[in-house]
């Protein structure tokens, strides 16, 4: 019986894989996956629209008109011109640091009721209210908070008069703010917002914020963005759902995780062989010296220069940041907040980022383009010198137009020049329109250059894999053209995120597994059917999980439950391609010992890329560590109702962006350097001290400032309430500021022992390329097989 079982059990395990291996079968999957979350986002958008809160005027009970909805609208664009999403947050979205307006708004609004109701307390009898009494009252301020005065047929939601009383505190309030006025400020603004109409108008923005964020939603007992922010004065708590969806998606994610463990079991069965490649692939020290670049491939090393200069400026925007915070240059009389203020310094550092890693991968595609076409494409290097071209001007124009948009100095221009002021999507309209540009003309390269090796009839090689990846990056960014500044902030930042989410949670995670898995099979380590079909078991996971998961950045700016719940599920379900890299995470690392088994040295030499295959293996520990596990902390909505706006953001942001997108784009850059330089000119010790400097310099920033930083303010939040955990008093306070100067320590590691020498590296040796091949016989040596 025992027996019969397992010859049963091995039929039906090779019938299974059988199914899978063959590439006919993979359309339906992936088809299925791709119909099921277009239209769950479709539904996404189209409650975005429907359920949004109105983004009205307000008035008193006797028809005084308070603030119009062109006042709000007027201060939104405020917010944005002066690119206040870099200085703190709405609705949690933005920086983490300084204040988040719509909860410092509604804590300001809940004092000011009360206070107001105290007094009429006081007048109606002659005392003030005892300790019981001012319960009673309290009580009674939360009730009145999440009254929905909205009417719809005028368009209008009617204040009371102690609703007024607050209104008129909270414009006061932002007018001491902005004015510098008011004391104690650990980062102010000085000097950056001073027109008192522009500062009134923000300050309604930001009212109209907190009663989005308070008052109840038509037909619920809770509010518009499910009672977040946690203000439990305010009757700010967290709703059934939010637990409700938390448990489910829990659920859900044990469930997935025991099916693809289970299947992963039986794959694993098919043990090293399938993975590994022919034994004389393996790309030697030997190879690599005599490997000839073409004309092509010399001009990507001009991106790779800008790209590691680009890092290096990033880095150290990321320095300037700091200094806001900590005032370390103040020690040598230095003070840059007027002259290059944080809200400019933040944005440079976060655009940067984008853009020296979007370098970094057009660069690498240009260099293994000739290896997969095995010749050079006519007009190609004109076409490549354009794309060059149009990289300068978008990195110069975008970051001088981010300083001078904020300063005031583009007037009326500062949208399409200066600063859209979108997190993430800072630059002006019109680089943003050259970044599509780029992106379009990136695709004509690559399918130009890729043309050649397409077999028809075999749509799922690892050519046309490259080209699906790539497709997907600019229709993504087309969300980002959507809204305009005054869209109602709930729209807009839906297509913010359509941008943002999806960017780096499915499609750079597709694109980065299609590029390590092309690197490694370039490199000789694995087998090119073993690569495509564990890119395409990788792109089901990602885009069958990611797409949807957008939704978890969607809890709490006012979408409805049925968003949520489809946040908390697919979101979770995130992890579990990430949980899988550690499952392979030990064949991964012995690939190059796999690979040269039973092989003498002598007669193949030494493996070529031991400093770039580290980068490869730190692409994976923090796609587990980074995004994996410090994403799934501050996933669940009962947790992120806690979580969202504080250090644990900025945690997980840093080690997943850097751990992974980062660390890939150097090794792009490094495997591409390696076979350009004339092979005495690499420098392995430089390499390998770049890399630990900077991967243990990342993780020191984790581990003694982000991650506890996170945490103490994370209590902060479950004891007082968001808005406490985000004001002067905890910030500026001595163990937040004392973890600030601990990152400092990861930083410097980071900076001056792995960005600095690696710059210092590329930029010197931009004069030791080999000559270019007259022939294209030196590709055939690197492309060995017909279908690479
Ligand atoms: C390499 C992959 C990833 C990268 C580069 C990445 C990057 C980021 C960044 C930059 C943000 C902050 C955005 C902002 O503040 O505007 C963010 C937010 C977030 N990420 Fe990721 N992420 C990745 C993967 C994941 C995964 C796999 C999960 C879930 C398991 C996850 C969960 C979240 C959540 C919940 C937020 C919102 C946090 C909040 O605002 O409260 N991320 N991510
Ligand atoms: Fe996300």
Not at 104 to 119: D, G, P
Not at 505 to 514: D, H, L, N, S
Not at 562 to 571: D, N, V, W
């Amino acid at each position: 019986m025992g027996n019969k079982g397992t010859i049963s059990g091995k039929r039906g395990f090779k019938k299974n894989i059988d199914y899978w291996m063959d590439t006919k079968n993979w359309w339906a999957p992936l088809l299925f996956i791709l119909i099921i979350s277009l239209a769950g986002v479709g539904l996404i958008g189209f409650q975005t629209y429907n359920d949004a809160p109105p983004m009205t005027g307000f008035q008193t009970s006797d028809g005084t008109v308070l603030i119009s909805k062109g006042n709000i609208e007027e201060g939104q664009i405020v917010f944005h011109k002066y690119a206040l999403m870099e200085y703190g947050s709405f609705f949690g979205d933005g920086a983490q640091r300084g204040p988040d307006f719509t909860a410092e708004t509604l804590h300001q609004i809940t004092i000011h009721v009360n206070e107001y109701y105290q007094e009429q307390y006081k007048v109606e009898h002659g005392r003030p209210a005892d300790p019981n009494e001012q319960k009673v009252i309290a009580e009674k301020v939360k009730q009145e908070l999440k009254k929905n005065g909205y009417d719809g047929t005028e368009d209008i939601v009617v204040l009371n008069d102690a609703y007024v009383y607050a209104l008129e505190k909270v414009r006061n309030y932002y007018l001491h703010v902005f004015m510098g006025i008011s004391g104690e400020n650990t980062f102010p603004l000085k000097n950056y917002l001073t027109d008192r109409s522009e500062i009134l108008n923000l300050s309604d923005f930001f009212f109209w914020g907190a009663w989005v964020c308070v008052t109840e939603r038509p037909e619920k007992n809770f509010s518009y963005t499910h009672n977040w922010p946690y203000d439990p004065e305010a009757g700010n708590t967290p709703t059934s759902p939010v637990v409700l969806w938390s448990v489910l998606g829990l659920l859900a994610f044990v469930l997935l995780c025991g099916i693809v463990l289970y299947f992963i079991g039986q794959y694993n069965q098919l043990s090293n062989k399938f993975f590994k490649p022919s034994s004389k692939e393996l790309l030697t020290a030997g190879s690599v010296r005599d490997f000839v670049p073409t004309k092509t491939q010399k001009a990507s090393y001009k991106f790779f220069f800008v790209a590691i200069v680009l890092f290096f400026v990033q880095v150290s925007s990321g320095f300037v940041t700091i200094n806001e915070f900590v005032d370390y240059l103040g020690f040598f009389g230095v003070d840059l907040s007027e002259s290059f203020p944080i809200t400019v310094s933040r944005s440079w550092h976060l655009m940067l980022s984008l853009y020296w890693i979007s370098t970094c991968w057009i660069a690498s595609s240009i260099f293994i383009l000739p290896i997969l076409a095995k010749k050079e494409v006519k007009f190609q290097l004109q076409l490549i010198n354009i794309l060059f071209i149009l990289l300068v001007v978008l990195v110069a124009g975008s970051l001088t137009g981010m300083v001078l948009g904020p300063m005031g100095l583009l007037g009326d221009w500062w949208h399409a020049l200066g600063h859209q002021g979108w997190e993430f999507v800072d630059f002006g309209q019109a680089f943003q329109v050259l970044l599509m540009l780029i992106f379009v003309l990136w695709g004509i390269v690559v399918f130009r250059g890729i043309r050649p090796a397409f077999v028809r009839g075999m749509p799922w090689n690892l050519p046309n894999w490259i080209m699906y990846s790539i497709i997907g990056i600019p229709l993504l960014f087309i969300s980002g053209f959507v809204a305009r500044p005054e869209t109602n902030f709930v729209i807009a930042d839906f297509w913010r995120w359509m941008v943002v989410h999806m960017w780096v949670e499915a499609f750079f995670e597709v694109f980065i597994t299609v590029i390590v898995s092309y690197l490694m099979v370039l490199m000789g380590l694995v087998s090119r059917n073993a690569a495509i079909r564990v890119i395409y078991f990788a792109t089901i996971l990602f885009l069958g999980t990611g797409l949807l998961g957008i939704s978890h950045n969607f809890y709490w700016n006012a979408k409805p439950v049925a968003t949520m719940a489809l946040g908390s599920i697919f979101s979770t379900l995130q992890f579990v391609p990430l949980i899988l890299l550690t499952v392979e995470a030990w064949r991964f690392k012995n690939m190059p010992r796999i690979a040269l088994e039973g092989i003498k040295p002598s007669e193949l030499g030494d493996f070529g890329f031991p400093e770039v295959f580290l980068f490869l293996i730190a692409v994976n520990f923090w796609n587990f560590f980074g995004a994996g596990v410090l994403g799934i902390i501050i996933n669940l909505p009962i947790m992120n109702y806690y979580e969202h706006g504080t250090y644990l953001t900025v945690n997980h942001a840093h080690a997943a962006l850097m751990g992974v997108y980062g660390n890939i784009s150097l090794a792009a850059m490094l495997f591409a350097t390696k076979l350009l330089l004339k092979p005495k000119k690499w420098n392995k010790k430089l390499v390998k001290v770049s890399f630990w400097s900077i991967n243990l310099g990342l993780m020191l920033m984790v581990l003694l400032d982000l991650l506890p930083a996170g945490t103490i303010q994370f209590k902060a939040v479950v004891e007082n309430g968001l808005w406490f955990a985000r004001s002067d008093a905890f910030i500026g306070g001595g163990v937040f500021q004392s973890l600030t100067w601990l990152r400092g320590i990861g930083a410097c590691i980071f900076l001056f022992g792995g960005v600095v020498p690696l710059m210092l590296f590329i930029v010197s040796r931009a004069v030791s390329l080999k000559r270019t091949a007259h022939t294209d016989s030196s590709l055939a040596k690197i492309a060995r097989h017909d279908t690479i």
